[in-house]
């Protein structure tokens, strides 16, 4: 049975850092493509950032610079590092893993954490 557990989120003020983890178990890691979304209040959700299985990458316009994404398969875990917050990053962010990545586009199959919330503050 696929689980992913978010975790990491919490209130910063502007100009922060976070680190949020994806925690993944029953053998959805490895060889798949997983991503990070965000869904704030009154929006759509969006893809923040992707990871291919062989570690390639894209993101959100509005986050290139200030995140990174990154994976290990030893600890099947995803990673999303998020520095220079801006209050504008509140949302509740969920991982999704088993996607597709092809061209630099990422394909997200239907598995879900339960979302961490980042809250940050002006």
């Known amino acids: 049975q696929v689980q992913l557990v978010d975790s990491g989120g919490g209130l910063v003020q502007a100009g922060g850092s976070l680190r949020l983890s994806c925690a993944a178990s029953g053998s959805i890691f490895s060889g798949n493509a997983m991503g990070w979304y965000r869904q704030a209040p009154g929006k759509q959700r969006e893809l923040v950032a992707a990871i291919s299985s062989r570690n390639s990458t894209n993101y959100a316009d509005s986050v290139k610079g200030r995140f990174t994404i990154s994976r290990d398969n030893a600890k099947d875990t995803m990673y999303l590092q998020m520095n220079s917050l801006k209050p504008e990053d509140t949302a509740v962010y969920y991982c999704?893993?088993?996607?597709?990545?092809?061209?630099?586009?990422?394909?997200?199959?239907?598995?879900w954490g339960q979302g961490t919330q980042v809250t940050v503050s002006s």
């Open positions: 999704n893993a088993g996607g597709s990545y092809f061209s630099g586009t990422y394909y997200p199959a239907n598995y």
